[in-house]
């Protein structure tokens, strides 16, 4: 069992930045690889960026490529997000989750209850 916690959001003007943190707690973390979603209002949650289990391999969605970076400090047990250079499109809860199996993959098992990010115009 893994339980996550995020912590990090709030409301920014759009250009700015804020970064995300995702803490752990259970026995695979470190072996687990992770990812952050987000839901906007009225749409359907979205795969934003994903990170095997030793932060050597990452992959993103389209839209945030070059802006955000995922990263994760196994000795903390913590996952993070940078956002920088955000925009009004950003705005959405946004969710981290993890993985059985050490490699990014589609399926995750594990979910926090999100943290709200609000970028203003």
């Known amino acids: 069992q893994v339980q996550l916690v995020e912590s990090g959001g709030g409301l920014v003007q759009a250009g700015g930045s804020l970064r995300l943190a995702c803490a752990a707690s259970?026995?695979?973390?470190?072996?687990?690889?992770m990812g952050w979603f987000r839901q906007a209002p009225g749409k359907e949650r979205e795969f934003v960026a994903a990170?095997?289990?030793?932060?050597?391999?990452?992959t993103y969605e389209d839209s945030v490529k070059g802006r955000f970076t995922i990263s994760r400090d196994n000795g903390k047990n913590t996952m993070y997000l940078q956002m920088n250079s955000l925009k009004p499109e950003d705005t959405a809860v946004y969710y981290c989750?993890?993985?059985?199996?050490?490699?990014?993959?589609?399926?995750?098992?594990?979910w926090g209850q999100g943290t709200q990010v609000t970028v203003s115009s």
């Open positions: 989750a993890a993985r059985y199996g050490a490699v990014i993959g589609v399926k995750y098992d594990f």
């Open positions: 259970g026995p695979t973390f470190s072996t687990s690889a």
């Open positions: 990170i095997n289990w030793n932060g050597r391999s990452t």
